[in-house]
């Protein structure tokens, strides 16, 4: 009887991590094809090119806000129909006042009932989209870069020749610096944004689907967010607000030419943070958006099957430890199949580290994905605690930006 109910118990556990690991796979598998050729731009002759706001969401951002705004000073000033603007929310420091030095344009805000990166953009998009009192002219695009980002050669004009192709939103390269600390966590790191950031959202457009957002290096027209709203409060705004351009028939493009660059967290504490939160947030918005999402993709809007499918899909670390478990089970159909999921994560990785163009330091770091599975279930109780749906938005620390030599736009 015993015997009976574990070999139930395996087959369900098994069959929960099937709809993820087939999705991974196609995904894999799709960014693996050969490169489609760039939409051509269809920037009409006579007409006046798209006004851009660069947007940065900034909370206690004083350490490293000066760097980013000096890498990002001579892409602006190249481009003379580009600007910057500094959302300040609920600033304790020095962010407003470092920002205005600068010369950009600041938003400052103040609201302790509503924290966190959506709202901030939320308040900056109302505001930039509203009938300015000088009578400047409102932005006709919106790219939202993270404050402690810097942005490599090119992003604005493979930006700019991206919305002249046409396109509701667009998602650039979103990966770790060119020069990241040393040590296996920050190089597992880098690994884990090669898949995520990479592999995934090549592999949907790749597929002709809507590549989805990953929180910095997102544009979004001013149509798109007169039609949908920056309303996306959870701790995952950006997995939120995807969804919602989904159900609202829109699709976020992929620029495969403009990279944006961030620093991972500095240290253990501050990595534990970021995953619980990424992962809980995830859990609860799989609560609260898996029905909608299903019974529309259901009804006939089949796009939606990739949203359903990526929220089914799990954290890799949970994916390998409940795959690696059922690979010891005593059912030799359940062994089976949960070997075939670790043989899919593995073509994943992979591909990540092919596509990454991964160095001789990330392979090495795969030897300490034991140590770093079970640093992940260490964290599970942060993860559920951000999994609730009263969960509070939690800033990432950092750590100060200094920018060796500053890209220039080419």
Known sequence: MLADLTALAGAALLLALVPGTLYLLLLTLAALLPARAPRKARQLAGTTPPHIAIVIPAHDEGAVISA????????????????????ADNCTDDTA???????????????????????ALHHAFSALTGKPADGARV???????????????????????AIDAGADALQCRYLGTDTPKPGARAALAQVAWFGWNLVRPLGRSRLGLSAGILGNGFALSLATLARVPYQAGSIVEDAEYHVRLLHAGLRVRWVE??????????????????????????????????GPTLR?????????????????????????????????????????????????????????????????????????????LLWSFATLPLTLRAARSNAAWTRTARQPVHHPEIHHEQ
């Open 68 to 87: 980013t705004l000096d890498a990002l000073r001579q892409a602006v000033a190249n481009d003379p129909l580009a600007h910057v603007v500094v959302v």
């Open 139 to 161: 932005p006709d695009w919106f790219v939202v870069i993270d404050a402690d980002s810097r942005l490599d050669p090119g992003f604005l004009p493979a930006m700019r020749h």
């Open 296 to 372: 529309a993709a259901v009804l006939g809007r089949w796009r939606l099957a990739d949203a359903a499918a990526d929220l089914l899909l799990p954290p890799l670390t949970l994916l390998v430890a409940a795959a690696a478990v059922l690979a010891c089970w005593h059912t030799p159909a359940v062994a089976l199949g949960a070997r075939m999921v670790l043989a899919v994560v593995a073509m994943h990785v992979l591909a990540a580290l092919w596509l990454g163009r991964a160095g001789r330091h990330h392979w090495l770091a795969l030897l300490t994905l034991p140590a770093h």
């Open 257 to 290: 030419q403009a990279t944006v660059r961030a620093e991972a967290p500095p240290d253990r504490c501050a990595a534990a943070s970021q995953r619980a939160r990424w992962t809980g947030g995830r859990l609860a918005l799989l609560r609260t958006e898996l």
């Open 97 to 119: 006042a470092l920002a205005r030095a600068h010369g950009v344009t600041v938003l400052e805000r103040h609201d302790d009932a509503l924290r966190g990166k959506g709202h």
